[in-house]
């Protein structure tokens, strides 16, 4: 028995809803789908899933949050089982299968990998694109991301996402870190999504800085030295390092923007952006 949550905001989720519809109702599985409009102003055709069977659609008028959406599905939710998926992803043809016929420890969480298209996409979406492709997806491993994963209902609700995080970014980080805590074991499994809601180079700039914004803030009260980019700044500082990373940033800000802007991004310089961004507000204390 199996609930499949999925958060949209703004996004075409016909397609995916319907593949994953075709999918569990192959199977012997009683199930339900829940999709959650987090306060979307273009709902496209997402309206007509309503007809399908075991489908519930659900329409804020007001954004919630990427935490508070997730914790509304599972209250919403009535089967033991609850499978998140992201709105933007299209899954492979044993998606469905690869979860639910699984042996499954009702201990772990299982999650599964998160790919990349294989062409180049627009030219104003490839930093998105590289960084996915080459950093994301191959990291994911060894991090837990809430793209798509599986959990028993009673172990959501003994945690569940911290909905004082505010902003994009990190609110599955600390679920991952406070599932941990109680002893909790994460499987990851092969059963790749693809991602397929690249943001534009800029709009990809401004949520990693969200992100990094939050990353400050949650590690001041929770710690995570398990995150690289924090290790990295704290030695960084131990050496007095910190303040010539910071310098750098500053003066080669704008020449690496207009690169991570450009048709051609450099992965690299993106590192060096992110680093220097996070020393900067980890030293100053400010956001901006």
């Known amino acids: ?17 319907e593949t994953i519809h075709k999918q569990i109702e192959l199977t012997t599985n009683k199930f339900e789908i829940i999709c959650a409009e987090d306060g979307s102003t273009q709902t496209f055709s997402n309206e007509k899933i309503k007809n399908l069977k075991n489908v519930t659609y659900i329409h804020l008028k ?4 990427r935490s508070k959406i997730r914790n509304l599905l599972a ?9 998140f998926i992201d709105c933007d ?24 990998e998160t790919v990349y298209q294989k062409n180049k996409p627009e030219k104003d979406k490839i930093l998105h694109w590289k960084y996915g492709k080459n950093i994301e997806s191959k990291r994911k491993k060894d991090v837990f991301s809430s793209h798509h994963f599986l959990i ?21 980080t600390i679920f991952w870190i406070d599932l941990k805590k109680k002893n909790y074991k994460f499987e990851f499994i092969k059963n790749p999504v ?11 700039i401004k949520k990693t800085k969200e992100g990094l914004n939050n990353l400050y803030f949650l590690n001041k009260k929770y710690k995570l030295n398990n995150i690289l980019i924090i290790r990295i700044q704290k030695k ?53």
Do not use: R
Request: glycine share 4%; hydrophobic share 35%; proline share 1%.
């Open 236 to 288: 960084l500082s131990n050496f007095l390092l910190d303040h010539l990373i910071i310098i750098t940033f500053q003066l080669t800000k704008k020449i690496i923007l207009n690169n991570l802007l450009s048709k051609k991004p450099n992965i690299k310089l993106f590192q060096f952006y992110k680093l220097g961004y996070y020393c900067k507000i980890t030293k100053n204390h400010q956001i901006n």
């Open 75 to 83: 209250n919403t939710a009535k089967f033991k089982w609850l499978l």
């Open 62 to 65: 007001k954004n919630i949050g």
């Open 89 to 112: 992803s299209e899954i492979n043809n044993n998606f469905i299968n690869n979860y639910i016929n699984k042996k499954i420890d009702e201990k772990k969480i299982y999650y599964g």
């Open 194 to 204: 693809k991602h397929i809601g690249l943001e534009t180079n800029q709009v990809f």
């Open 1 to 17: 028995m199996i609930s499949i949550l999925i958060p949209s905001y703004n996004f075409d989720v016909t397609n995916l809803i």
């Open 152 to 172: 028993q209902k009673k172990v959501f609700e003994s945690i569940k996402f911290n909905e004082e995080i505010k902003g994009y970014g990190h609110e599955d």
